[in-house]
């Protein structure tokens, strides 16, 4: 069994993907940020089973102490400022974060003994491709990010690459499309649209025809997974999505019919009232994912439906 260590455990994916490894039977630690009201209710299930590292990940000698504490096998880097919306409004904050946030978890790693024995599973994001055509987008294509937090996460992902090929960093970036099923979250686009209907508010789709890929957490989860397993997955770059592109207003209306919803409530063009502003320019038309490399390479594949993960998305914040 390996030893493990998660920036980002209390996230949307880091907290799921911690249970699992604990399950497996590593021996998980967890980076978190030095804040006075942080909430472990996320990882309630297994906080007797991971060691809880202190620090902050924008500051280099935080991470390097943590690094050195855990002195782990892998490091799953998730920890990042994610709402993209936001990013116009805190760059500077977001590039801090995402980029320089990076750059001090990689460096780190190459201060352990013998850092090729280890390996950084990197988050990047669907994102960093930006306005690009409307065939599924492939790991090749030239980044052109369109927000400042797409930024953050290309400008992180190509020193990731170029510390794989310069420094010989042992690594893998996975780049995962839009994912659903959280459970302390609702104000990303599904859990929004969920939470808002059963309480039977007015909804708000902003960008009714921009296609999106939608994958449920389990799906996402299981793609770290099979990648820390599988050594062909070292100094690779993956796409990690269905390749099912949807509507914004296609998703409105499956969400619609499975609570019940009256859809002439629905109000397509509009944002919330008190959404953060972002440049219309900026908004990408399509995001769909080609995922053939990663099944190719680690056999991974999505196995939760749209209808499927979004049937258990209500079922849980009907529990609530």
């Not at 880097?77 to 001090?104: C, I, K, W």
């Not at 460096?107 to 988050?123: C, G, K, N, T, V």
């Not at 930024?151 to 960093?169: E, N, R």
Request: aromatic share 10%; hydrophobic share 35%; with cysteine.
């Amino acid at each position: 069994m390996a030893k493990v260590l998660i920036t980002g455990i209390l996230g949307f994916i880091g907290s799921p993907l911690a249970e699992k490894l604990v399950d497996d039977g590593h021996e998980v630690y967890g980076f978190v940020r030095r804040v006075a009201n942080r909430s472990l209710e996320v990882i309630n299930k297994i906080l007797k089973d991971v060691v809880l590292i202190t620090g902050d990940i924008t500051d280099y000698v935080s991470i390097r102490n943590a690094l050195k504490t855990a002195n782990p096998d892998f490091v799953f880097h998730l920890a990042a400022l994610t709402p993209v919306r936001d990013s116009f409004e805190r760059p500077f904050e977001y590039q801090q974060t995402n980029f320089l946030g990076t750059m001090n978890i990689a460096h780190s790693m190459l201060e352990l003994s013998d850092p090729q024995s280890r390996r950084i599973i990197a988050a990047s994001t669907a994102e960093v491709y930006g306005l690009q055509g409307k065939e599924p987008l492939k790991e090749d294509l030239p980044l052109k990010p369109s927000s400042p937090y797409a930024v953050s996460k290309a400008a992180a992902d190509a020193y990731l690459q170029m510390m794989f090929h310069t420094y010989t960093l042992n690594g893998t970036i996975l780049r995962p499309t839009n994912t659903y099923g959280r459970k302390f979250d609702t104000s990303f686009i599904v859990e929004y649209l969920i939470t808002r209907m059963l309480k039977g508010d007015k909804i708000y789709v902003g960008a009714p025809d921009s296609i999106r890929d939608y994958m449920y957490v389990d799906d996402h989860v299981n793609a770290y997974l099979l990648c820390m397993k599988n050594n062909k997955a070292k100094g690779q770059i993956y796409n990690v999505g269905t390749g099912i592109g949807t509507t914004n207003r296609e998703l409105a209306e499956i969400i619609a019919e499975k609570i019940g919803y009256d859809k002439k409530r629905i109000v397509l063009g509009s944002y919330p009232p008190g959404y953060p502003y972002r440049p219309l320019i900026s908004d990408q038309p399509y995001i769909v994912l080609d995922s053939t490399k990663i099944k190719k390479e680690t056999r991974w594949t999505p196995k939760v439906s749209l209808k499927d993960g979004i049937d258990r998305t209500i079922s849980y914040f009907k529990g609530r």
